[in-house]
């Protein structure tokens, strides 16, 4: 890095507070502008696996996110009936060693939170709705509608699956709805003690629905996942409040531990499930994109927001690595926009391997996964949990965002 660039980040999530702790921490100049009037995260479960984990603890998180999050020790796949087992796949110590770093299950307001308290308040700038942008060569001009007008080496658009940045960029594309809609909630953990949950992952996999659940919270919530199919979604709003009694209604007939589970929460929000096809590209001269605003996936392999910390690492390294900006903001888009599709992929294929009806091809299925040798078993996920998004190549550096102002961070 020849100079301290100048980076303007669009979104104030997950993605966003990632791509900004990092770029701080390698000693870019960074502001970060969000349109709420204040930091937060809606949902509520989250899951981050070790590719995830490890960039997050080389920024510092590690003692916060071992007091917040939750250490599932294995990943269950059950019938939605008899709730035989079908595959139980390990997390835990095993994944942690193998891998070099831990499966955490959290509440999303304790992650943004963790990243929030990495930057600096007079680094994030509320109350910014983005307007449009001006790409000047050199500079790249950012308007806001509250007035302000700000100008920068980089902009990154991290505002999410209804990315202004990306329609200013890309030009109008609308999100498309994947025929699949959740209902969310979180139950005090002391109201099913009488389930004598363990502290693993587990996903119920039925005609046409499927259901989460894991803790969260340092143990003292479950958050639950009951996920549907439905033709359309014609509300406005894509996050409404939903009924209790009709989510119990959708898994009628399903084992009692899934229907007691959906009975003890206060209330569930219902959520309609959009995704967008690849992109050809993310970045057009100094302007690129970043998480959700670039490869919003469903939420089927647990990597929505796992890739968006994976996106922060490697353009750090990439802004760290080369003067261009033009030319970092291509090699980046290069590195992630392959891998980010794949799992795009793989989360869409999920939904059709959860849903599969009572039949031969469900049969064919638990026999497969019986075999240990679906995406989610431990060897065949290889791919994707030794991941290094900081890496460039075998001889790039630096090697992380950490290691650009400490080399001593790694060792």
Known sequence: MAERLSVAIIGGGIGG?????????????????????????????INIGPNASRLLH?????????????KPSTFDQRRWDDGRFLLRSPLGAPVEKKFGAPYYTFHRADLHGALAGLLPADRVHLGHRFKELVDRGERVEAQFDNGTAISADVLIGADGIHSAVRHALLGPE???????????????????????LERVTTI??????HFVHYFVSAGRMVNFVAVTEE????????????????ALAAFAGWHPQVRAIIGATDETYKWALFDRAPLPRWSVGRVTLL???????????????????????????????????????????????????????M??????????????????????????????????IAWLYEHDASVLDDTAEPRSAAAVVNPQARR
Not at 174 to 195: E, S
């Open 17 to 45: 507070l990632s791509a900004a702790a990092s770029l701080l921490q390698a000693g870019f100049d960074v502001h970060v502008y969000e349109q709420t009037k204040a930091l937060g995260e809606v949902g509520a479960g």
């Open 58 to 70: 080389w920024l510092g998180l590690a003692e916060k996110l071992a007091a917040c999050g939750v």
């Open 174 to 196: 609308k999100p498309r709805f994947t025929g699949c809609l959740a209902y969310r909630g979180l139950v005090p953990a002391d109201r099913l003690a009488h389930l004598g």
């Open 204 to 209: 119920w996999m039925g005609p046409a629905r």
């Open 231 to 246: 033709d359309s979604w014609q509300r406005e709003s894509w996050v409404d409040r939903g009924e209790v009694a009709d």
């Open 291 to 345: 998480g959700d605003a670039c490869h919003p996936m469903l939420p089927f392999m647990g990597q929505g927001a796992a890739q968006a910390i994976e996106d922060a690492a490697t353009l750090t390294a990439c802004l760290a690595k080369r003067d261009d900006v033009p030319a970092a903001l291509t090699l980046y888009e290069k590195l992630r926009l392959p891998r980010a599709s794949r799992l795009q992929a």
């Open 347 to 380: 989360s869409a294929d999920n939904k059709t391997r959860f849903h599969l009806a009572d039949g031969p091809a469900q049969q064919q299925r638990d026999a497969y996964m019986a075999r240990g040798s679906t995406d989610w078993s431990l060897a065949a």
